[in-house]
């Protein structure tokens, strides 16, 4: 009787068991009513009084054994019955996203691409920039506004106290740079980054993106400025989009205009995104003001310019309709994938 239970408990660890069927049979055998452990169980009433709590005991080891082997192939067979069935095999496959470009670089890669079609050479400039170039250059004194602490961020400079330290406002001071570095003719864009001590709300954020243009030359006048933004203009928006410049007022050019195209969702109609007016501001430009041609060292006699700025996260929110300018720098892939 003790050889019988070892063997059986051998099988019982080695067997492999597969399926449902595999399972009923291992049940028939070894522990249904009519199975070999009942039969054991039976014969245990012949066995000697010395060897019955030997036998016994290790007829109920097998038993235990058995019936915990059944219930784990169970409760596994079950498991990945289930999961089979939640497969649905006509459901089309996942796609997988690849990256690409943030929606601000596109935007931005686009205006660069126009502008270099047309002979414009890229610059950049430091985004932590000295007063002078960001303010002082470009005819923007001490006591301007514009350098109210509001909209300024001043960085402490502990190294080198002559010089004073801002996030720069906007990238007009690449101008500057550009213009101390190299003699007329110029004619440069400088995208890059610009930081304003701002309220964060749905439309401002404290860090944004400007692209800067200029030109310098012999003769260059405001038609040439308003050829080359028309152009921009259509080439960016649309063959039917037409620019206006309104009479503005900047330190650094005179005359000075604000920029505007009609709106390219309702063509000049009227709509809620120009508040019904059929005009959408996006930027600032105007003539070189002598005295920054003072401060690089140009004769304004001899050369004359013409600058302009545009803020990119605005042109990107009008083109697509976006609504929080905080979307751009939170990075949902949500928001980023539908570009
Ligand atoms: N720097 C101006 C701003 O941040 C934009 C601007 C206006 C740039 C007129 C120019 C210009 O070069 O001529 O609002």
Partial sequence: MLSKLSEAEKEINSITIANKEELENFRLRFISRNGLLSKLFDELKNVSKDEKPVIGKKLNEVKKLAEEKYSSVKQSIEESGSKAEEIDLTLPGRNFSIGRQHILIQTLNEFVKIFREIGFKVTEGPELEEEFYNFDALNTPEHHPARDLQDTFYIQNKFDKTKKYVLRTH?????????????????????????????????????????????????????????????????????????????????????????????????????????????????????????????????????????????????????????????????????????
Avoid at 174 to 201: D, H, S, W
Avoid at 292 to 311: L, Q
């Fill in 171 to 339: 990238t007009s001071p690449v101008q500057v740079r550009t213009m101390l570095a190299n003699k007329p003719p110029i004619r440069i864009i400088c995208p890059g980054k610009v930081f304003r001590n701002e309220t964060v709300t749905p439309k401002n954020y404290f860090m944004f993106h400007q692209v800067e243009g200029l030109y310098v030359d012999k003769n260059v006048s405001m038609r040439d400025l308003k050829g080359v933004i028309s152009y921009f203009v259509k080439k960016f928006y649309g063959e039917n989009t037409k620019t206006r410049f309104i009479p503005s007022f900047f330190p650094f050019t005179e005359p000075s205009a604000q920029l505007d195209i009609t709106c390219f969702i309702c063509e000049g109609k009227g709509c809620k995104t120009c508040k019904d007016t059929g005009w959408l501001e996006i930027g600032g430009c105007g003539m070189v003001h002598p005295n920054v041609f003072k401060a690089v060292g140009y004769d304004p006699e001899e050369y004359t310019g013409y600058a302009f700025g545009m803020g990119i996260e605005r042109i990107a929110m009008m083109k697509y309709g976006i609504k929080d300018i905080r979307l751009f720098y939170q990075n949902d892939v949500r928001f980023l994938d539908q570009f």
